[in-house]
């Protein structure tokens, strides 16, 4: 079947934790007739939302992997990706927004534009996705949509555009204004099911009256044709939503819904909204680098008939085997095409095409441009680029933020060994912010990642999906070594013992950069060292940057410069300029003023004012520097720049320091030098740590 | 950098000398102007006097949110700064160390609250201001009670406030000393008080009030109106 391309829309469901976006999902599910009954999300029925489909996800009431999910509303095939809330899974949410052509943000009523909202903004921004907002819990005690909408316009700086009003709100939430058609809707039946068009109650018709100048005056700048008509008194509804859409899609424009998920308000009139207005593969321009061409950047063309592009933006396992979700950009996909993995050339055969509904599959023939289907047995991973071989386009890589947190495990025996392997290869390609590696030293499975909870679910994982008996040990922060002062170096490596020698000398220096990692540069002139050891020269300073020698860590920031050199015509060999290279490095390293790195988080506290001061108190403790306090109402936005080795636990410290009435978010910030007395701390404990290692 | 523009230390000698020393501690200084014409880019330049100094900075942001003024600090420095980016990072690094911003959203300000968020910064982790900067406050109810009440928190605080004043075209209102609504009856109150006058394609700083003497004289000193970087006419 080929779907309505021009119909077709893909969409993120994205926002603040506990927003009620996994509930928005079920109702969308149940609206369009995907799923026939509703559940909680906190399982209390035993059944769970059908898009936390995960154990865990179940039993913690939160959304860890984004689920694709399809469906049609009122002839538009919609895909929906239900995006993870918090910030530990923020790649989810960036893969989920890099394929996705429009966006629902979803708020809460009471809690307003939280932190992750912003963070979840600013990577629709960076994606240039257009949004809807939903104004989700307007039945809840306090919920107030229009301080909501005050505070997108003022926190997130979008032009957000109220679309209606709430017809009551908290326990006497019945429905909304919708300000285009000016009606009032409400929901009845069980389940909502039964929309009612009635019209607007006589108290709220001036406010309603005025909320639709304002959206008039709002759209009329997208649309010279609806400005006109207000002049000329001729305004019709499908002159309002034109000029919407058009603003929506500029990306100037947040068209504002509103209602209560959970009871079963408002959902339908944001199903139209997401159709009306948001855009679909057919107003979207993706660009593409195309290999043969000296990677010379092209625009796909949504045509089903030119060679295809799609990216591998999902993998995972299930339990039919691995499924890797792909977004078509070009061209057609169909059952029994061979596919090309341009990153490896690897050709595979597509067997089984499907498309997905949460943990449960469709089989389908063919899948048309701009749709998101399911591939199974394909070997890639995610990010890589499918063609059908007449072109090697690659896709932009997307961006993936390094580790920043890395934890020992130790499978209790031989079985759960080989499980853990098999996990550890799952996880990683399917995550790319999750890394392992074997610390060859003490001989264990280092898991990195990008928070606490991250790597607290991939355990928890392991244990539950693959039976694996395991212990952790404590987590430990990425920390880094840097050079602060330019350090020169002359080293000759010389050796004779029977046989060919050994021999090159390297000089030069190293100094900080602020450019990446590690920059080499290659200052010879005279072929000091011959052209084909420079490599050799950069291979052993690269190899120095694995692990300093403060504390065991990688080196990052350094640039090595050599200016200069000297070869025997028999002995220097390429090993033989590696070693000196290395013997260089060692050599100006502890005159290079090497000093630790840590990673600092963003950490942003949301509180009831009246613990304020408890938690400036506790973040204060914890070597934090407190940037902004911001007021609003009874609540207080706390942020502050704190290190990670300080915030472990810290999820618990809050909580009996404020009754848990206050949360938190946070991410990486950025690197920042040790303080003198804890580096000192961590180089003894490395020393110790060798010296014990060396005597075992 | 604006060609137009004192490098580095000479624009912080020039804020200093002509905006930034009259007050001190406990004292109240008042900035006025018509709305958009560069108040908080003016009271920012003050802060960063203060921090260039290594005094500590409270800044106050009314109605606001904290990321507009976190915008104008870094703007300003980067302008002010003449160093690469490495340094200017860390500069920035070590005055946001000694720079707390405070805003209150939607109507949510007033002294008490202040005193009690200074309190708590007090005491829970050892911040002492040099300086507070409220910027954004709202005269719109007795506008001398509010001034007094500000004072009065300077005097038991021992730091020096300023504080953005927005004068209005439509009230002529001014007292004797050629003082504009809404300080025109608390001047009194106002250690110091500075206008930014508009025209000519720039904007004046004009000092009104230093300790007892009106309208003094002072090296005429300009706000670009594109930049908001203060210059020598």
Not at chain 1, 125 to 152: H, I, M, S, W
Not at chain 1, 405 to 414: E, G, M, Q, R
Not at chain 1, 481 to 492: G, I
Request: aromatic share 6%; glycine share 8%; hydrophobic share 40%.
């Amino acid at each position: 079947m080929v779907d309505d391309f021009a119909a077709t829309r893909n969409i993120g469901i994205s926002a603040h934790i506990d927003s009620g976006k996994t509930t928005l999902s079920e109702r969308i599910l149940y609206y369009t007739q995907r799923i026939h009954a509703i559940h909680d999300v906190k399982g209390r029925d035993g059944v769970g939302a059908k898009m936390d489909f995960m154990e865990l996800e179940k039993e913690r009431g939160i959304t860890i992997q984004s689920a694709a999910t399809y469906c049609r509303w009122n002839e538009s095939p919609i895909n929906i990706i239900d995006t993870p809330g918090h910030v530990d899974f923020t790649i989810e949410v960036e893969r989920a927004l890099r394929v996705l052509d429009g966006a629902v943000l979803v708020l809460c009523a009471v809690g307003g534009v939280q932190s992750q909202s912003v963070t979840v903004d600013r990577q629709m921004e960076r994606y240039r996705v257009p949004r809807l907002a939903f104004v989700n819990k307007c039945d809840r005690t306090g919920a107030d949509p229009l301080r909501v909408v005050q505070q997108l316009r003022e926190k997130l700086n979008q032009n957000a555009v109220l679309l209606q009003l709430p017809l009551g709100l908290e326990s006497g939430h019945e429905g909304v204004i919708d300000l285009v058609a000016m009606k009032a809707l409400r929901f009845e039946g069980e389940h909502g099911d039964e929309v009612t068009v009635g019209d607007i109650p006589p108290d709220l018709l001036s406010q309603a009256q005025e909320a639709r100048e304002q959206l008039l005056d709002a759209a009329s700048l997208f649309s010279d044709e609806l400005t006109e008509a207000i002049l000329e008194g001729e305004v019709t509804d499908q002159l309002i939503h034109d000029a919407i859409r058009r603003g929506t899609l500029a990306l100037r424009l947040t068209p504002v819904l509103m209602g209560s998920a959970y009871k079963n308000k408002g959902v339908q009139p944001l199903l139209e909204a997401v159709c009306r207005y948001l855009p679909g593969p057919a107003d979207t321009t993706t660009y593409a680098r195309d290999l043969d061409q000296d990677e010379a950047e092209v625009a796909l063309k949504n045509a089903p008939d030119l060679p295809l592009v799609m990216l591998a933006f999902k993998l995972e396992v299930s339990r039919y085997g691995q499924l890797t979700y792909v977004r078509l950009y070009q061209g057609t996909l169909n059952k029994g095409d061979t596919i090309v993995n341009v990153r490896t050339g690897k050709r595979s055969k597509v067997g089984r095409l499907v498309r997905m509904h949460a943990d449960e599959m469709e089989e389908i023939e063919r899948a048309a441009v701009g749709s998101i289907a399911a591939l199974f047995g394909i070997d890639c991973t995610s990010g890589d680029t499918f063609t059908d071989g007449r072109v090697r386009y690659s896709m932009t890589s997307m961006h993936v933020p390094s580790p920043v947190i890395s934890l020992a495990i130790k499978p209790a025996d031989k079985k759960s060994e080989m499980s853990v392997s098999k996990a550890l290869t799952r996880f990683t390609k399917e995550d790319p912010t999750f890394k392992t590696y074997l610390e060859e030293e003490t001989g264990e499975t280092i898991i990195c990642g990008m928070g606490e909870l991250h790597l607290e679910v991939y355990v928890e994982r392991m244990r539950r999906e693959y039976q694996v008996e395991l212990t952790t040990g404590m987590p430990k922060v990425a920390y880094r070594e840097t050079v602060s002062q330019r350090a020169d170096f002359n080293y000759t490596h010389k050796k004779q013992t029977g046989g060919a020698g050994q021999y090159g000398r390297v000089a030069g220096f190293l100094e900080p950069t602020a450019e990446g990692d590690y920059q080499f540069v290659n200052m010879i002139t005279g072929g000091a060292i011959p052209t084909e050891f420079i490599a050799s020269c950069d291979k052993g300073f690269q190899a120095c940057l694995k692990k300093g020698a403060l504390a065991g860590v990688p080196i990052v920031g350094v640039q090595v410069a050599i200016n200069d050199g000297a070869a025997h015509s028999v002995d220097s060999s390429d090993l033989a300029f590696q070693q000196a290279a290395i013997g260089a490095f060692r050599e100006a390293y502890g005159k290079a003023g090497p000093h630790l790195l840590e990673p600092v988080m963003k950490v942003v506290v949301e509180t009831p004012s009246e613990f304020q001061g408890t938690v400036l108190g506790t973040l204060n403790q914890r070597r934090g520097l407190i940037n902004t306090t911001s007021e609003d109402r009874a609540f207080s936005t706390i942020e502050a720049e704190v290190p990670l080795a300080e915030m472990f636990g810290y999820s618990t410290v809050l909580r009996s320091a404020t009754q848990g009435k206050a949360e938190f978010t946070m991410e990486f910030s950025r690197y920042s030098p040790v303080p003198k007395s804890i580096a000192e701390e961590i180089i003894k404990r490395y020393k110790e740590d060798q010296l014990s290692q060396k005597s075992k | 950098m604006q060609s137009d523009q004192p490098a580095g230390q000479e624009a912080m000698e020039l804020v200093r000398r002509t905006l930034g020393s009259p007050l001190l501690p406990g004292e109240l200084g008042g900035l006025m102007a018509r709305a958009g014409v560069g108040k908080t880019a003016c009271l920012t330049h003050i802060a960063l006097e203060h921090l260039f100094q290594g005094q500590p900075v409270l800044h106050v942001c009314i109605d606001g949110v904290a990321e507009k003024i976190k915008i104008w600090y870094q703007e300003l420095m980067r302008n002010l700064a003449s160093s690469s980016r490495d340094q200017l990072a860390d500069l920035q690094r070590r005055l946001e160390g000694k720079r707390f911003i405070l805003a209150y959203l939607h109507h949510t300000f007033s002294v008490q609250k202040l005193e009690q968020s200074l309190q708590n910064l007090e005491e829970q982790t050892a911040f002492h201001p040099a300086l507070v900067v409220v910027d954004g406050l709202h005269f719109d109810h007795d506008p001398r009670a509010t001034v007094a009440e500000l004072h009065e928190f300077a005097r038991r605080h021992g730091v020096a406030v300023w504080m953005s004043i927005r004068t209005h075209r439509h009230i002529a209102i001014s007292n004797e000393h050629g003082i504009a609504y809404p300080c025109h009856d608390s001047d009194d109150l106002l250690q110091a008080i500075l206008s930014l006058e508009p025209g000519g394609g720039a904007i004046r700083v004009r000092v009104l009030k230093h300790g007892v003497q009106y309208q003094p004289e002072h090296p005429e000193v300009l706000l670009n109106p594109q930049t908001y970087l203060l210059r020598y006419p």
